[in-house]
């Protein structure tokens, strides 16, 4: 007999430890990722409360300034990755101004890792009050892209809003329609935005192009505007107490396109101490016998002015043929050609 002393030894299997290691890993990475869900629940519940909160307190303090703000019902779901928050019958009112809207609901939707990017989806039927006018918006799409910048004021970043064949009815009997709607800004220097707004194929109301007789198509191809606005105050968190206001108005281009009459504006504006426009544009305007025409038509020009136009605009565009360029001076609430007045210059605030 051969004795196995006091210890005896095994070969190692080297099999067995990779297997007993590889399950030592999988449950480690097991409770990892269980903890890192729990973790990462109990984050999206308290940012969902935190996210329906922070809109009930807005609502609250829109109804403290005495605004009216109401809806039928306000939730938040999207678990886990977001926050989608659902308003039923919201309903907005200014009192003092008149002004007000109101929808079967709307969606602001934010991702649970980057809150501050909201995006707002509204309804196919919006109604908007004015003061002496009530609209019907309808669309069959409208969202809008919100980012603001991570810090306590939340100041806005930039901003987008789309807009597909769009429908808007006055109460009044007037109808416009639009194929595409495109709106962007983005926050540049100070408390100023870059913004640029597009329309394409807008239908003007039946009645008002009765007025023209046939003299201009039934759409305007295009309405472009971009343009820097300089405000008062930051376009952020605080806006109701703050309450900004346009301040400086660098044009680099507003355009119409509206069948052969082209015209576009270029210019820099600020607001003067009681709130006109105060500073230099330059309209450029294709085809103005063509626009004068229309103007005409409409009783802008008396028939027996026309000849009287037709002389002054034609020295000011000389060489130049059907293309006119005015240079408009705004000061003192003033529009001037020159020396020649020409109407009063719009506000600003």
Known sequence: MHSRGLFSFRPINRKTVEIERGAAAMRWLTGLVLVLAGL????????????????????????????????????????????????????????????????????????????????????????????????TLRSEKMQTSLVAQPLPALPLDRITLIGDMLEAQGNSGWSLRADALRFASRRVDGDAHEVALTITELSPDPQLMSLFDGALPDRIGLIRLDATLGFTAPIDRFILETRPRLATLDLTEARVDWGDIHASAKGRLIADSAGFAQGDIVLRLTSWRLALDVAQSTGLIAPDARQLWDQAAGFLAGDSGDTLELPISLHNGRAMVGAIPVGPAPRLR
Do not use: C, M
């Open 40 to 135: 990462w629940s109990g984050y999206w519940f308290i940012g969902a409360r935190g996210f329906e909160g922070a809109a009930n307190g807005w609502i609250t303090a829109l109804q403290d300034s005495g605004k009216t703000a109401t809806h039928d019902g306000l939730a938040v779901r999207g678990f886990p990755n977001r926050f989608d928050l659902t308003v039923t019958e919201p309903h907005f009112a200014d009192p003092a101004t008149g002004i007000g809207w109101q929808s079967d609901f709307v969606q602001v939707l934010s991702l649970s890792y980057k809150p501050w990017h909201l995006i707002a989806a509204f309804a196919p039927t919006q109604r908007l009050t004015l003061p002496h006018e009530g609209i």
